[in-house]
């Protein structure tokens, strides 16, 4: 049996389709595998629905455990659900996959509950580690894996003193083998099991297999949709009354310092078809009666003529959509290709602005051709087609967070002018172990990562995980509380300008929100907001920032 566990990442009823480990499923599917899904978002506890699932599964049975991480809340419930499997079922193996295990390996191998991590693409790998697993092979095999090259863990082999050891088969090289090679008492396994190399000197080397060339994506199967229960992801927010999510490409080609896309793609980008999308677009609207689409991928606009046929394709479908791309990317799009998206549904877009000014975007390697100037014209042009800008912030940049916010401040101000409607999401910049001067930065002014997972879980990580946090050096003990001020500008112009997505406003409650922040909106005073705390619990508006839409 293998089991695909999504850990917490969302608050209820806003629950996504855990789409990345449906891939897994699909691939899984068609060699007839036998695996089932546990979503926490949707399952009060995970950890005891695992168990009772992988109980059945005795020491010579195979029996694999896949999660798929990012950090923040979802990495806070993987660690304590895989602790507790591990005790329940010590004979079960776990690989981790996703953005926080690829971007931290040796720190989730580190652990004593986490056997394998499968670094970027993961539908081919993790059948290259189930065949590993259960008949025998060498680990190095698998493309993209990492693993205790000579330690590893007890798990389903009987063990006495947990060193014992079979014949003089260890290797220095980092190469292992499931079966019968190496370690039988550490990693080995009976019944399709694995085990990892040992000699007289033990040696317990992460090693990383290099990563395989990217599978493209029409060359996958389609998620099997059958499989899960639909009713609990089809969703009613601003795009439509039954919302789902889909992922239609995997990468994107640039290299922000700041973004964990980087290392699982290392700047590929992949895409469906515009006829495969227009294909499942029918299939989800037919069987499902699904009216609106969250496209969930790092960036769907990278391809002006694949957004275009998609565009005609679904056009007349009565879809409403969602989707990620970049400023400068769609400002190169055509007024022809901006109507036919407008024709087909495309009621808003995210980008990531980041900042005000060229200099920060330069220091955040934004490359192509990202500028303050095209954030404000992207806002104006998407106004002309009614389309929502969903605009995303990352302020506190070093070497000066207090010049950075009060820029942003400022430039946030004119993106409002001229477009009211435009959704504001503001982060605290958070470093990523990526090569460049905002990382450089940071590792100069005292930052550093977590060397344990139970670190990364605490509740101080995660909120700094999901760029909301304290404990950033460069932000603390400045004579003025950065992140505060951040959290303060954020409630008074949400409450100014109240989120067009949040339909539970009333024109009342809009005009009154309106009025209580204008003074404060209106002279730049931002600070000690309590009014506007208090009216939130009165008139709870929606906050991009924190609840999306």
Same mark, same amino acid.
């Given at each position: 049996?293998?089991?695909?566990?999504?850990?917490?990442?969302?608050?209820?009823?806003?629950?996504?389709?855990?789409?990345?480990?449906?891939?897994?499923?699909?691939?899984?599917?068609?060699?007839?595998?036998?695996?089932?899904?546990?979503?926490?978002?949707?399952?009060?506890?995970?950890?005891?629905?695992?168990?009772?699932?992988?109980?059945?599964?005795?020491?010579?049975?195979?029996?694999?455990?896949?999660?798929?991480?990012?950090?923040?809340?979802?990495?806070?419930?993987?660690?304590?659900?895989?602790?507790?499997?591990?005790?329940?079922?010590?004979?079960?193996?776990?690989?981790?996959?996703?953005?926080?295990?690829?971007?931290?390996?040796?720190?989730?191998?580190?652990?004593?509950?986490?056997?394998?991590?499968?670094?970027?693409?993961?539908?081919?790998? /993790?059948?290259?580690?189930?065949?590993?697993? $259960? !008949? %025998? @092979? &060498?680990?190095? #095999?698998? +493309?993209?894996?990492?693993?205790? =090259?000579?330690?590893?863990?007890?798990?389903?082999?009987?063990?006495?003193?947990?060193?014992?050891?079979?014949?003089? /088969?260890?290797?220095?090289?980092?190469?292992? $083998? !499931? %079966? @019968? &090679?190496?370690? #039988?008492? +550490?990693?080995?396994?009976?019944? =399709?099991?694995?085990?990892?190399?040992?000699?007289?000197?033990?040696?317990?080397?992460?090693?990383?297999?290099?990563?395989?060339?990217?599978?493209?994506?029409?060359?996958?199967?389609?998620?099997?949709?059958?499989?899960?229960?639909?009713?609990?992801?089809?969703?009613?927010?601003?795009?439509?009354?039954?919302?789902?999510?889909?992922?239609?490409?995997?990468?994107?080609?640039?290299?922000?310092?700041?973004?964990?896309?980087?290392?699982?793609?290392?700047?590929?980008?992949?895409?469906?078809?515009?006829?495969?999308?227009?294909?499942?677009?029918?299939?989800?609207?037919?069987?499902?009666?699904?009216?609106?689409?969250?496209?969930?991928?790092?960036?769907?606009?990278?391809?002006?003529?694949?957004?275009?046929?998609?565009?005609?394709?679904?056009?007349?479908?009565?879809?409403?959509?969602?989707?990620?791309?970049?400023?400068?990317?769609?400002?190169?799009?055509?007024?022809?290709?901006?109507?036919?998206?407008?024709?087909?549904?495309?009621?808003?877009?995210?980008?990531?602005?980041?900042?005000?000014?060229?200099?920060?975007?330069?220091?955040?390697?934004?490359?192509?051709?990202?500028?303050?100037?095209?954030?404000?014209?992207?806002?104006?042009?998407?106004?002309?087609?009614?389309?929502?800008?969903?605009?995303?912030?990352?302020?506190?940049?070093?070497?000066?967070?207090?010049?950075?916010?009060?820029?942003?401040?400022?430039?946030?101000?004119?993106?409002?002018?001229?477009?009211?409607?435009?959704?504001?999401?503001?982060?605290?910049?958070?470093?990523?172990?990526?090569?460049?001067?905002?990382?450089?930065?940071?590792?100069?002014?005292?930052?550093?990562?977590?060397?344990?997972?139970?670190?990364?879980?605490?509740?101080?990580?995660?909120?700094?995980?999901?760029?909301?946090?304290?404990?950033?050096?460069?932000?603390?003990?400045?004579?003025?509380?950065?992140?505060?001020?951040?959290?303060?500008?954020?409630?008074?112009?949400?409450?100014?300008?109240?989120?067009?997505?949040?339909?539970?406003?009333?024109?009342?409650?809009?005009?009154?929100?309106?009025?209580?922040?204008?003074?404060?909106?209106?002279?730049?005073?931002?600070?000690?907001?309590?009014?506007?705390?208090?009216?939130?619990?009165?008139?709870?508006?929606?906050?991009?920032?924190?609840?999306?839409?």
């Amino acid at each position: 049996m293998i089991l695909l566990y999504n850990p917490l990442s969302t608050t209820p009823g806003k629950q996504p389709l855990p789409l990345s480990l449906m891939a897994l499923a699909a691939v899984l599917e068609t060699r007839r595998e036998a695996w089932a899904l546990v979503d926490g978002n949707v399952v009060p506890d995970p950890a005891a629905e695992i168990v009772a699932r992988l109980s059945t599964s005795t020491r010579s049975r195979f029996a694999l455990l896949a999660v798929t991480v990012m950090p923040g809340p979802q990495l806070t419930q993987a660690v304590a659900v895989c602790r507790r499997v591990r005790e329940a079922l010590p004979h079960v193996s776990i690989v981790w996959g996703g953005y926080f295990p690829t971007q931290h390996a040796d720190t989730v191998l580190r652990s004593p509950y986490v056997d394998f991590v499968i670094r970027s693409q993961g539908e081919r790998a /993790l059948l290259q580690l189930v065949d590993v697993l $259960r !008949s %025998g @092979g &060498l680990l190095n #095999s698998v +493309g993209g894996l990492s693993w205790k =090259g000579g330690s590893g863990r007890a798990g389903g082999s009987d063990r006495s003193d947990g060193l014992s050891r079979s014949d003089g /088969l260890s290797r220095s090289d980092g190469s292992g $083998r !499931s %079966g @019968g &090679l190496g370690r #039988s008492g +550490g990693l080995g396994r009976s019944g =399709g099991s694995w085990s990892a190399s040992l000699s007289d000197e033990r040696n317990d080397q992460v090693v990383n297999n290099p990563v395989q060339p990217l599978t493209t994506l029409d060359d996958l199967p389609d998620l099997p949709y059958h499989r899960v229960d639909m009713r609990r992801y089809v969703q009613k927010n601003y795009l439509g009354h039954r919302t789902v999510a889909h992922n239609s490409s995997f990468g994107c080609p640039f290299a922000c310092s700041f973004c964990a896309v980087v290392a699982m793609s290392n700047r590929r980008w992949l895409a469906q078809s515009p006829a495969r999308l227009e294909r499942v677009m029918r299939h989800l609207v037919k069987t499902y009666g699904v009216d609106a689409v969250q496209m969930h991928d790092m960036d769907f606009f990278i391809s002006e003529a694949r957004t275009e046929e998609f565009a005609r394709r679904i056009d007349g479908l009565g879809l409403r959509w969602w989707a990620l791309g970049r400023v400068d990317t769609l400002m190169q799009y055509s007024d022809a290709t901006w109507e036919q998206m407008a024709r087909a549904g495309l009621a808003m877009v995210f980008s990531g602005a980041e900042s005000g000014t060229d200099e920060v975007l330069a220091r955040m390697n934004k490359g192509g051709r990202a500028s303050a100037a095209l954030t404000l014209e992207l806002a104006r042009r998407m106004r002309h087609y009614g389309i929502v800008p969903e605009f995303s912030f990352v302020l506190g940049c070093p070497p000066d967070p207090e010049q950075d916010v009060a820029t942003t401040f400022e430039f946030i101000r004119r993106i409002k002018r001229i477009n009211p409607s435009t959704e504001i999401v503001l982060y605290t910049y958070t470093p990523v172990p990526l090569d460049g001067r905002l990382y450089a930065e940071a590792r100069r002014r005292g930052f550093a990562f977590p060397e344990t997972l139970e670190e990364w879980a605490s509740p101080d990580w995660e909120q700094l995980s999901m760029r909301r946090g304290d404990g950033i050096p460069w932000m603390e003990g400045t004579g003025a509380d950065i992140r505060r001020r951040i959290r303060n500008f954020e409630r008074v112009i949400n409450a100014y300008y109240p989120t067009v997505t949040d339909a539970r406003l009333t024109g009342w409650h809009r005009a009154a929100l309106k009025a209580a922040s204008a003074w404060r909106y209106a002279l730049k005073w931002y600070h000690a907001p309590y009014e506007l705390r208090v009216l939130h619990r009165l008139i709870p508006y929606q906050r991009p920032e924190t609840t999306g839409f």
